[in-house]
């Protein structure tokens, strides 16, 4: 059995763990947003300053629900990653259009794809375990538990990062979750019932 170890979101500008806030701000638009919270966190990873708006999200969830460094004691190969969202890349893929009208951005056109996001947390977290992205109209949380439990009932999987990680101009929505056969941490039952609850608590804050 799998359970439910730590939570992080980002909705309305407020950057959370476990329910808990880390940063927030709501008076910034979501780049100044970004850009704040990832100086609050204290990270050293240059590379974020280039990462496109979905990739940045994902990366400072992943920072808070990783802070405490859980699978430190996993190997890289035994830890997964499965993510989804709505619209894929496509707040992205505006901006390149919009700028190829004129001179082509490489720096853009590697954002082109919404699996970009999970790369760059692999690179940074060090997985090597499988990894998915689906396109879904909403956060499924059946079919995610549903493909986590599959992941982690393979042989030598452990662990596993999963969520949603959407943004379209403005609004961003963000849930990730760490799932393990360890029970520790927050110790949900790793359920579709538990991440919805999960979910739809988090907007009732």
Not at 13 to 26: M, S
Not at 71 to 92: G, R
Request: with cysteine.
């Amino acid at each position: 059995m799998a359970f439910i170890t730590a939570t992080a979101s980002i909705r309305a500008q407020t950057l959370t763990r476990n329910g808990t806030i880390q940063y927030q701000d709501a008076s910034l638009a979501l780049p100044e947003f970004l850009l704040q919270a990832y100086a609050a966190l204290k990270s050293d990873y240059p590379k974020f300053y280039k990462m496109d708006p979905l990739s940045k999200l994902g990366f400072l969830a992943a920072e808070v629900l990783l802070a405490d460094k859980p699978l430190a004691a996993y190997p890289p190969d035994a830890v997964s990653l499965v993510l989804s969202n709505a619209h894929a890349s496509l707040a992205t893929d505006a901006q390149y259009q919009a700028a190829s009208r004129a001179v082509p951005s490489p720096a853009l056109f590697v954002y082109t794809l919404p699996n970009i996001v999970a790369g760059e947390l692999c690179i940074r977290h060090g997985l090597k375990g499988e990894n998915a992205f689906f396109v879904t109209p909403a956060f499924d949380a059946a079919q995610v538990a549903g493909y986590v439990d599959l992941v982690l009932a393979q042989p030598g999987a452990q662990a596993c990062v999963a969520g949603w990680v959407e943004v379209m101009g403005e609004h961003h929505d963000v849930f990730l979750y760490l799932a393990e056969h360890s029970r520790r941490g927050l110790a949900r039952a790793h359920t579709a019932e538990q991440l919805n609850t999960l979910y739809t608590g988090l907007w009732n804050n």
